[in-house]
């Protein structure tokens, strides 16, 4: 079965039954596919397993790059392309240099943080949103199961939606 | 009988007494050194601070004081860390609370420490710590009419401010007011274990509020008493927040310290990674605070170029001795916990905290000792045996009255309203 085209969706209204029902489905070895929620549910990154995002390595070598850019920058400027006298200081002076250096070290990090988020989260301009069910940005939660990366098992998991106590269980197919 | 209550045992009390008496010992060998091995230093009478020739007491009394300024420090941190706590009603602290406020059991110590080293820095023989002690300053003629030699119209035009009285005023004054801050706080917390309810916690939120704003005023007062007019001709704005940020990571780094020693000797087992975690973003960040005023401080200094506050950093930057420390203060207060405390995973684990907490410590030790030794001693300054031997001898005390003081209640608050919040920490 194809992957990312047939979506068995649960329809829950309390948070906790979310985190508990998300517990219950992996522990049956069903892999589920996103939570959908209207807010961030306390706990459920760890419910589904995720493993703790590398955004702040990013950040860092951002940094690092933004810091050397900074340096290099005006050591270029101020000590060999331009040389100018200021204040009775040394040509490349390192003290004026640092805020500087911290400004452009805080903004490349920044600006490579979002880079990188967007890349990695897959948001670009024109990107297709595919909603799964339009109360998600209301008042409702929804498990999202993907059949292809389950081997089509959709009774068993409807019953298992069911059990964990799930208001709606509906289809969604993306063609 | 669970592990409610801290239990001093005879085998601490005989840690910290040894580690004491290591330290008088080395404190011994280094006086010795310095009394009997002759250090043929002359006197260096032009210098602004020194007319006298350099005996080894000035060095030790320099030392006392140094320590005497830092563990005050640490001691209204605690204090200071638990108004914090109460004002901006955080919860996740309120499982640890106390022990940020036993520090504040040092205060008393520190009181008479500091009054008796205070007299004997500056009346015990004919040198003065703080220069501006000297009278012979402040007259423009002699007895006799003529012209007096000594006349310093730079301090002179300071004695509205640096007098003895009203130093001596500000100094009791502020160290009476911190330690009564410090015994109403805890009678107000202590008497929650009893009373349960809210009243108490509502009480500590008012009063935490305003030894906030006094603590602040008076913090930077201290500080341009006790340390910047040792360089009495020399003044910086940024100093009362510089050594309110050199104590505050000492301070945290101190209570994490602490805390992670109680729970390594299976004490506060409600305290978890997260809570670690939050201890060692406080000292992850005010240790970049801390640089940021530093940083400022300097750089003004330096771009402005004025001779008369230029002088600060030129005797530390342009000596044999000091300059080395001056960069090693950087590096191990700054790059150093910034690299390691950087990750999550290094905040979590408590081998990587304890190393960069004690690191941390001895760093912000070596901050104050650059505020005063250059100024007091001049090229006369050294570390050695001495100096290793009093940080002993105060931590040993430091530590035996604040662990003497967490025997005095519950670790854990009993009836602190946001005990589940502190329970459920999770971040």
Redesign the interface.
């Known amino acids: 079965m194809e992957r990312n085209k047939n979506f068995i969706l649960g329809v829950y209204s309390d948070p906790d039954e979310v985190v508990s029902a998300v517990m219950k489905i992996r522990s049956n070895k069903i892999k589920v596919h996103e939570v959908y929620s209207p807010f961030a549910i306390?706990?459920i990154d760890d419910a589904l397993g995720y493993k703790?995002s590398r955004l702040?390595i990013a950040a860092?070598l951002f940094g690092m790059l933004g810091t050397l850019l900074a340096l290099t920058m005006q050591f270029w400027m101020m000590g060999i392309d331009w040389p100018m006298i200021i204040?009775?200081?040394n040509f490349a002076s390192l003290?004026?240099f640092?805020?500087v250096t911290f400004e452009l070290t805080v903004l490349i990090s920044a600006l490579g943080m979002v880079g990188v988020f967007m890349v990695a989260s897959d948001l670009k301009p024109y990107k297709k949103v595919r909603l799964m069910d339009t109360r998600i940005t209301d008042d409702k939660h929804v498990i999202a199961i993907d059949l292809g990366a389950n081997n089509g098992a959709s009774d068993e998991i409807k019953k298992l939606l069911k059990e964990t106590g799930a208001e709606e269980v509906n289809e969604k197919n993306f063609e | 009988m669970s592990k409610e209550v801290f239990v001093f045992t005879p085998s601490t009390k005989k840690k910290i007494l040894i580690l004491g008496l290591v330290g008088i010992v080395l404190a011994a060998i280094g006086i010795a050194i310095l009394a009997f091995g002759g250090h043929g230093h002359a006197a260096d009478a032009g210098h602004e601070a020194s007319g006298h020739s350099f005996h080894w007491t000035h060095r030790l009394f320099a030392d006392l004081w140094i320590n005497n300024v830092y563990f005050l420090g640490l001691a209204i941190i605690g204090v200071f860390f638990f108004a914090v706590q109460y004002a901006a009603q955080a919860g996740w602290s309120s499982a640890l609370i106390r022990i940020p406020l036993s520090f504040g059991s040092w205060l008393p110590f520190a009181f008479v420490l500091t009054l008796i080293v205070f007299y004997l820095a500056n009346f015990s023989s004919h040198w003065h710590m703080f220069h501006w002690l000297d009278h012979s300053l402040y007259n423009e003629t002699l007895a006799d009419g003529s012209v007096n030699p000594n006349y310093d119209y730079i301090i002179a035009g300071k004695e509205a401010y640096l007098n003895l009285p009203f130093y001596l005023i500000r100094m009791v004054g502020i160290f009476l007011a911190w330690i009564i801050f410090y015994f109403v706080m805890r009678k107000i917390n202590f008497a929650e274990d009893i009373a349960g309810g809210v009243n108490n916690y509502r009480k500590l939120i008012r009063l935490s509020a305003i030894f906030i704003i006094f603590f602040a005023l008076s913090s930077a007062v201290g500080s341009w008493d006790w340390i910047m007019s040792i360089d009495t001709h020399w003044f910086s704005t940024m100093f009362g927040w510089y050594v309110f940020a050199s104590w505050f990571v000492a301070g945290v780094a101190g209570i994490t310290l602490v805390v992670l020693l109680l729970k390594e000797n299976g004490y506060l087992p409600m305290i978890t990674d997260n809570h670690l975690h939050d201890l060692g973003k406080y000292v992850f960040a005010f240790s970049i605070f801390w640089t940021y005023i530093w940083?400022s401080q300097?750089?003004l200094i330096?771009?402005a170029?004025i001779p008369e506050e230029s002088i600060y950093f030129i005797e530390r930057l342009k000596s044999d001795f000091y300059t080395p420390v001056f960069f090693l203060n950087i590096i191990i207060n700054f790059f150093f916990p910034f690299l390691v405390l950087?990750?999550?995973d290094a905040k979590r684990h408590g081998v990587f905290l304890k190393i960069v907490c004690a690191v941390v410590l001895f760093g912000h030790w070596l901050d104050f000792y650059l505020m005063v030794t250059p100024g007091t001693l001049q090229e006369n300054g050294g570390f050695g045996f001495l100096e290793i031997g009093t940080i002993l001898v105060y931590l040993a005390a430091f530590l035996y009255v604040v662990l003497n003081s967490l025997t005095k209640s519950a670790l854990v608050p009993k009836n602190h309203p946001m005990l589940q919040e502190s329970m459920h920490h999770?971040i």
Request: hydrophobic share 25%; no cysteine.
């Open positions: 306390h706990g703790r702040p860092f204040g009775g200081k003290p004026p640092i805020p | 940083f300097y750089l330096y771009y170029n950087m990750t999550r999770h």
